[in-house]
Nanobody, 115 residues
Framework: QAQLVESGGGLVQPGGSLRLSCAAS????????MGWYRQAPGKQREFVAR???????NYADSVKGRFTISRDNAKNTVNLEMNSLKLEDTAVYYC?????????WGQGTQVTVSS
């Protein structure tokens, strides 16, 4: 059964750090483009970061220099290290796995940045 399960969300103060993880079933990890997206209240879901099966990464301008995406091909996981968090990073963060023919989403994990 294909699935993505996110973990690691929570409440953090501005300037703090969090690490999100996404565990993927093997059938939707190998060869897939893995990414993180987020959706804040009242806003559309937006791209945050992605990493190819070969390790090439891309980031949204709003998180460049603060967030780092990585993947562990042995464990079928993709991680998002988030540093220097800002109030505007508050959102539900979703993991995505996709190819040209397939597209999967996780259930999301809440990240709240608040003082």
């Amino acid at each position: 059964q294909a699935q993505l399960v996110e973990s690691g969300g929570g409440l953090v103060q501005p300037g703090g750090s969090l690490r999100l993880s996404c565990a993927a079933s093997r059938s939707i990890f190998t060869g897939y483009l893995m990414g993180w997206y987020r959706q804040a209240p009242g806003k559309q879901r937006e791209f945050v970061a992605r990493i190819s099966s070969g390790g090439t990464t891309n980031y949204a301008d709003s998180v460049k220099g603060r967030f780092t995406i990585s993947r562990d091909n042995a464990k079928n996981t993709v991680n998002l290290e988030m540093n220097s968090l800002k109030l505007e990073d508050t959102a539900v963060y979703y993991c995505r796995a996709n190819t040209a023919l397939s597209n999967y989403w996780g259930q999301g994990t809440q990240v709240t940045v608040s003082s």
